[in-house]
């Protein structure tokens, strides 16, 4: 079983504070997906990393992926309130012919104003 | 508002009763997904229907009994649920490509299911 464990699970922080969220796995996946979740809502896209080393910024979230591609990690500099949520990282991969996701533990992240 | 609709929003049941969540897409996506998101736990994949064929059973108990009648819908019928079955219901569809990049999953709002 391919398990993605998140770290910190819990984060409160003020506003404009920076933070680092990583998520770290035995396994090897094909591409890491992180997604948001708001309260009431499903999980939202974020960013796909797909090659080991890649780094993506969106915005004020930069996003690396492994040179294994076992691990990943996103860091938000200056946080805004806006940035609450739930926060997950989710090993991707073909079987079968059909994609499969499987996701983290999560990180809850509050942003106080 | 992601294109994937379900109701209900909210359903409190008994032990003893049957329903059924229903999850709709208007992405025109080929694979649909039900997961099972609790406190405690990460997001769990249930099922997987890939161009209306069930693909994967996540070792999922049969009291939970997922249908797609077609590749817009998805159902998920639920029997003699436990209390422990209490948690938040999440429906996702995706475009299944076949190369070897895997695209994004657009998930509904939810149906947070209690169970007395």
């Known amino acids: 079983t391919q398990l993605l464990e998140q770290s910190p699970q819990f984060l409160s922080i003020q506003e404009g504070e920076n933070l680092t969220v990583y998520c770290n796995s035995s396994?090897?996946?094909?591409?890491l997906q992180w997604y948001r979740q708001e309260p009431g809502e499903g999980p939202v896209l974020l960013v796909t990393?797909?090659?080991?080393?890649e780094v993506k910024k969106l915005k004020r979230l930069t996003f690396q992926f492994g040179d294994a591609r076992k691990d990943s990690s996103l860091h938000i500099t200056a946080a805004q309130p806006g940035d609450t949520g739930l926060y997950l990282c989710?090993?991707?991969?073909?079987?079968?012919?059909?994609?499969?996701?499987?996701f983290g533990t999560g990180t809850k992240l509050q942003v106080i104003p | 508002e992601t294109g994937v609709t379900q109701t209900p929003r909210h359903l409190v049941m008994g032990m003893t009763n049957k329903k059924s969540l229903k999850c709709e897409q208007h992405?025109?996506?080929?694979?649909m997904y039900w997961y099972k998101q609790s406190a405690k736990k990460p997001l769990e994949l249930m099922f997987v229907?890939?161009?209306?064929?069930?693909?994967e059973n996540n070792s999922v108990p049969s009291r939970f009994s997922p249908e797609c009648p077609n590749s817009s819908h998805l159902f998920l019928h639920l029997h003699t649920l436990q209390p422990e079955d209490s948690a938040l219901y999440l429906c996702?569809?995706?475009?299944?490509?076949?190369?070897?990049?895997?695209?994004?999953?657009?998930f509904g709002p939810g149906t947070r299911l209690t169970v007395l």
């Open positions: 989710a090993g991707a991969g073909r079987t079968g012919g059909y994609q499969k996701v499987t």
């Open positions: 992405l025109g996506h080929n694979a």
């Open positions: 396994s090897v996946f094909s591409s």
């Open positions: 229907y890939s161009l209306e064929e069930r693909v």
């Open positions: 990393v797909v090659t080991g080393g």
């Open positions: 996702a569809s995706s475009q299944s490509s076949s190369g070897g990049f895997v695209n994004e999953q657009f």
